[in-house]
Each structure stands twice: as structure tokens, then as C-alpha cells.
């Protein structure tokens, strides 16, 4: 079965630090890659994807995350985060013909101000 | 809608008893997905629907739950006999080609 590691529970992290969220998943077929935000009290965003092509990904708010398909990863990072940056990350993979998503647990970030 | 709305947005009720829990997708998409969310978990898969395709039910935990959609529009997922364990998140996503999310109905069995 498919599944997604998200290798850190929480993250803790003063302004202006950079960020990496490590994501690893088992399919070893074609996927669809995704990182959503769940700000507090919010619903869940999509912050960027990955089908095709470029594999480093451009999303909002100054994140991107980098396809390497020999490590089956996909990592989140943002250069200089923002104490609005603190929310939960999750990844997610969509591979073969399965129509559903399968989601990491998750990576709580908070940032400090 | 501009977006996915789910209601209720939260539902209390005794172990036991029925809940209804609605969605409605963004118009025009063609997929449908519901996912629970436990405290402290991802979001687990329950059930897929594709248009007028027979609905991929494999992430249903148990016999209690179900769900159905008319077409492509909304769509409701029913638990029977509420258990404790049955509290979560529960999070609907429409589709074209990306998932939008709902705000999720929050359930708590008593």
C-alpha cells in the first residue's frame, strides 16, 4: 500500500530561519505530488503541486519543494519564514490510477516571533 | 459556491445514535472525496466518488458508515451507531484536477 512519511512531528522555528520539511512516499509509479497548510482554525489550503515537468515547484507565500525522484522525496522549504508561516504542513501523494489522496501525518510548525 | 461547504460544522452527539454529515462540492467537479481527521493524525481516506461511476468505498472502516451522491452534486456520508472512536475531523474534497477542501464537520461522540 501506498503510504507518505513526514519525518518531523513539530518544528520549532525563530523568524527569519529557513525551513525544510522532509516528505517521502512508497509509490514507485507516476505521482501526483501536493503540500497542503492548515493555518489555525482554518480549512486545509493547497500550498503547491507537482505533476509534471520542473521539479523544483514554485507555490505561495515564498514556498517550493523539490521532486528528486531516485529518493522518492518531495521537501517543503521557504528560505526565511514568517511568524505567519505557523500552521500544520501535510503532505500528499496521488499515484496510478487511485483517484484518492494519501496524507502524511502531518508537521506542526511554529514559528516565534 | 466559491468553495466547498460542509454542514454542520460541528455535531455533538451520544454514542449510539445516527449522524448525517453533508457536503457540497464546487460546481462542475467531477470527483468527490470525504477523509476523516483524528486528533493528532492525518487525514485518512473513506470513500471516492467519480461522477456516475460506482464509488471507490475501500477506506470505509466499518459497515457503519456509508455514503451517497446524486450525480455531481452534494453528497452526504451517514454513521450508524456512533461509537466513540468515530470522533474526528470529518473533511470533504471536490475535484477537477487538484482537491479543494471543505472547513470540515467536527464530530464528538459522547
Known amino acids: 500500500a501506498q503510504s507518505v512519511s513526514q519525518h518531523n512531528h513539530h518544528v520549532i522555528l525563530s523568524e527569519a530561519a529557513s525551513l525544510e520539511l522532509g516528505c517521502n512516499y512508497s509509490?514507485?509509479?507516476?505521482?501526483?505530488l501536493f503540500w497542503y497548510v492548515q493555518y489555525p482554525g482554518q480549512h486545509l489550503q493547497l500550498l503547491l503541486k507537482?505533476?509534471?515537468?520542473?521539479?523544483l515547484v514554485k507555490g505561495i507565500k515564498g514556498f517550493e519543494a523539490e521532486f528528486i525522484k531516485s529518493k522518492f522525496s518531495f521537501n517543503l522549504r521557504k528560505p526565511s519564514v514568517q511568524w505567519s508561516d505557523t500552521a500544520e504542513y501535510f503532505c500528499a501523494v496521488k499515484g496510478g490510477s487511485q483517484g484518492n489522496l494519501i496524507f502524511g501525518k502531518g508537521t506542526k510548525l511554529s514559528v516565534k516571533p | 459556491g466559491a468553495g466547498v461547504s460542509q454542514s454542520p460544522s460541528n455535531k455533538v452527539t451520544e454514542k449510539g445514535k445516527d449522524v448525517e454529515l453533508r457536503c457540497d462540492p464546487i460546481?462542475?467537479?467531477?470527483?468527490l472525496y470525504w477523509y476523516r481527521q483524528r486528533l493528532g493524525q492525518g487525514l485518512e481516506f473513506l470513500i471516492y466518488?467519480?461522477?456516475?461511476?460506482?464509488?471507490?468505498k475501500s477506506g470505509l472502516p466499518s459497515d457503519r458508515f456509508s455514503a451517497e451522491r446524486t450525480g455531481e452534486s452534494v453528497s452526504t456520508l451517514t454513521i450508524q451507531r456512533t461509537q466513540q472512536e468515530d470522533s474526528a475531523v470529518y473533511l470533504c474534497?471536490?475535484?477537477?484536477?487538484?482537491?479543494?477542501f471543505g472547513p470540515g464537520t467536527r464530530l464528538t461522540v459522547l
Open positions: 507537482y505533476f509534471s515537468g520542473d521539479p
Open positions: 460546481s462542475g467537479h467531477t470527483a
Open positions: 474534497a471536490s475535484s477537477f484536477a487538484e482537491q479543494f
Open positions: 466518488f467519480q461522477g456516475n461511476s460506482a464509488p471507490d
Open positions: 509509490y514507485g509509479g507516476t505521482v501526483n
